[in-house]
């Protein structure tokens, strides 16, 4: 069965520096999301991406983050400088259709900013 | 604002009935879901109802949406060890990408 998956499970950077977070969606998906869950806390959407840009985004979701699809397969998430408070696991969906409950997560990854 | 709200914790019995509440505060709420995740895996969509349904049943699983009292539930006949895991509601409306989540509720499914 098609799958998302997700590059790193765990990522440890340093405060200030820059990561990126890789996702694989499923082959034919058309859309794109990442969501965040901070420890305990619940899981919160960022953004969403089709075409080629970003349809969707949230207040959380702002200049310190970006998205790309530089190639057919991969779908990236970039904080240019990271502080504590983006330790959280980052998860990638895909889904075929632009309806939410076509959605498909990945297993996530967890960033860990020291 | 929006929010859906959920208890974190759950514990029956291998062979009872699990039953896990959700409330959300949208009244314009379009779309419910059920997400399961198991321990290092992602979220797995279980199942979903749309706003104009007040029942959905698949195989163990039964999900009741109460429109009137924004009140979603999950029933699990017959719960197994293997149903042990972290149970998220969403919700989401018709035009957005976004969903909105509750914290998760643990189920712990004792022998």
């Known amino acids: 069965e098609p799958e998302v998956t997700q590059t790193p499970s765990h990522q440890v950077t340093q405060m200030g520096q820059e990561v990126i977070l890789r996702c694989v969606p499923i082959?034919?998906?058309?859309?794109f999301y990442w969501y965040r869950q901070i420890l305990g806390q619940k899981v919160e959407f960022l953004v969403s991406f089709y075409n080629n840009e970003i349809s969707e985004k949230s207040e959380i979701f702002d200049d310190q983050f970006s998205v790309e699809r530089p190639d057919g397969s991969n779908f990236t998430l970039k904080i240019r400088s990271t502080k504590l408070e983006d330790s959280a696991m980052y998860f990638c969906?895909?889904?075929?259709?632009?309806?939410?409950?076509?959605?498909?997560f990945g297993p996530g990854t967890r960033l860990t900013v020291t | 604002g929006e929010d859906v709200e959920q208890s974190l914790f759950l514990s029956v019995r291998e062979g009872d009935s699990s039953v896990i509440n959700c409330t959300y505060t949208?009244?314009?709420?379009?779309?419910l879901y059920w997400y399961k995740q198991e321990p290092g895996a992602g979220l797995q969509l279980l199942t979903y109802?749309?706003?104009?349904?007040d029942m959905k049943q698949d195989q163990r699983l039964t999900v009741l949406l109460n429109k009137k009292d924004k009140h979603l539930s999950l029933r699990i006949a017959d719960t197994q060890t293997g149903d042990s895991a972290i149970y998220f509601c969403?919700?989401?409306?018709?035009?957005?990408?976004?969903?909105?989540f509750g914290a998760g509720t643990r189920l712990t499914v004792k022998p």
């Open positions: 949208d009244s314009s709420s379009t779309y």
């Open positions: 969906a895909s889904s075929a259709g632009r309806h939410s409950y076509e959605q498909y």
């Open positions: 109802i749309f706003s104009n349904m």
């Open positions: 082959s034919n998906h058309l859309y």
């Open positions: 969403a919700e989401s409306l018709y035009n957005n990408n976004d969903m909105r």
